[in-house]
């Protein structure tokens, strides 16, 4: 579904590379690269961001698919993030090494309680098994905040 853009709010198109900066946040596009004629198209044209926030990383990754994920790595051989917004609300459709790839040490997934998809897929939670999940089905709204000490806390409300 299409939203309206209210009068005033600039848009453009991004595409990876492109870096941006608000207040002591970075952002790094490094999804989409080029277009995607396998699995669900739409999806694995999702943006994918890296953000650094207090010099932290957060990896935003839309709804991309096995296909996106395995061209990611092989472009971006590394990154550091300790949080991973879990692609596509957990779906079965994934590259199974991506979780070892972003590293994260919290794994929210973004997903609807009793969806008709089946989400999030059991692959997909025992991929991400080692980092503290967090799941919108289950936990309700999630807020994460990081401490003075570098330590990430969670607030949920179901």
Known sequence: MLREIPAGIPQSEVSAGQQFSLGSMSMQVLWPARYIRAGS??????????????????LLTGDIEREAQSEIMREVTSV?????????HGSA???????????????LISV???NDYGHPARAAIDQWSGARIYRTDQDGAVALSLSLDGVWSAVTRD
């Open 80 to 88: 550091d993030v300790d949080v991973v917004k879990v692609p596509h």
């Open 41 to 58: 198209m739409p999806n694995n044209a999702s943006v994918v961001v890296l953000a650094s926030v207090e010099g932290r990383g957060i």
């Open 93 to 107: 459709n994934l590259d199974p090494g991506f979780s070892e790839w972003a590293g994260a040490e919290i794994a």
């Open 112 to 114: 609807g309680e009793d």
